[in-house]
């Protein structure tokens, strides 16, 4: 009779071994086919009418980033409520606090330069999977709320700016971006922001001319329009990604008992004692590499 001896249990790895270098499960296409993205080196714009499915969408990324072993999350959620479950998970959870969110996106422009003096330095131009540092995949939910509706002008102001820098330069030193907003007009998103996204995702809308601030401009006249979203269709988005032209999805729904489940696991195997080995501090890496 054959025994097979079993593995030692030290060899099996604690965490389910993902990657912000892989790709990431967003959904599925309208012939059922799987849809992934791959985020490490983009920066994703959602935007779409109030229920449309962008939280959907933010949430199935903020999955993947907790259970990525290379992986950081800075979230900034306005109502607290659409990324709130994944607060145990994050390096940074901003509510509804402009203060707080500057601060925040000031550390991380000074993380990020802090890596292109590094890359400099070894003579690169984008970090990699090799290098040992960690994604910091920054998730925002509703950029208006800091954009235009909480704190002075000034700080609205502060706010845009610092985001644009992000988006403009953190993709090559592994700071991607992912923002939701309900209408990214210019007076919420400027232009000079809004062009800056890769990637975008257009939920239901109701006109047109949404349609094409969300994709840009002339999709919809090729016939690539999100006001043919029926409204009962929670989820259904237009994607450009790969390839740059837009796609019809469905974007995969994780429900609060789902994103409770993930989060818990998420936190547990992020617990410093675990992880030290092979995610680095943020802090500690960053800001001592090009000291």
């Known amino acids: 009779m054959t025994t097979t001896t079993p593995a030692a249990v030290g060899a099996v790895p604690v965490g389910p071994g993902l990657s ?35 939280s959907g969408l933010l949430n199935a990324i903020a999955a993947h980033a907790a259970l990525a072993v290379d992986s950081r999350l800075v979230l900034l959620d306005g109502k607290l409520v659409e990324l709130g479950q994944w ?6 959870f901003i509510g509804p606090d402009i203060t707080a969110a500057l601060t925040v996106l000031r550390r991380l422009q000074q993380v990020m330069n802090n890596r292109y003096a590094w890359l400099r330095a070894h003579g690169r131009r984008k970090l990699t999977a090799a290098d040992n540092l960690s994604v910091i995949t920054v998730l925002v939910d509703e950029i208006a709320f800091f954009s235009a509706t909480v704190g002075s002008k000034q700080e609205q102001e502060d706010f845009v700016a610092l985001l644009r820098d992000l988006v403009a330069r953190g993709r090559a030193a592994g700071i991607p971006v992912v923002a939701a907003t309900q209408r990214p007009s210019f007076d919420i998103i400027p232009t000079s922001l809004r062009d800056l996204f890769g990637y975008r995702a257009a939920f239901r809308c109701t006109t047109p001319n949404s349609s094409n601030i969300v994709l840009g ?75």
């Open 87 to 92: 607060e145990d998970c994050a390096d940074a």
């Open 217 to 291: 401009h002339g999709w919809a006249e090729q016939g690539y329009s999100a006001t043919d979203i029926s409204p009962s269709n929670q989820g259904a988005a237009y994607l450009i990604a790969e390839g740059g032209i837009p796609r019809r999805i469905k974007v995969a729904y994780l429900s609060d008992a789902h994103i409770s489940g993930i989060a818990d696991y998420a936190a547990w195997i992020r617990r410093p004692r675990r992880l030290a080995d092979r995610v680095p501090d943020l802090t500690q890496v960053d800001f001592g590499i090009a000291a």
């Open 20 to 54: 912000m270098f892989d790709p990431i499960f967003v959904g599925i296409d309208e012939f059922g086919q799987p849809v992934y993205i791959t985020l490490a080196y983009r920066n994703l714009l959602a935007g779409g009418e109030p229920g449309g499915g962008k």
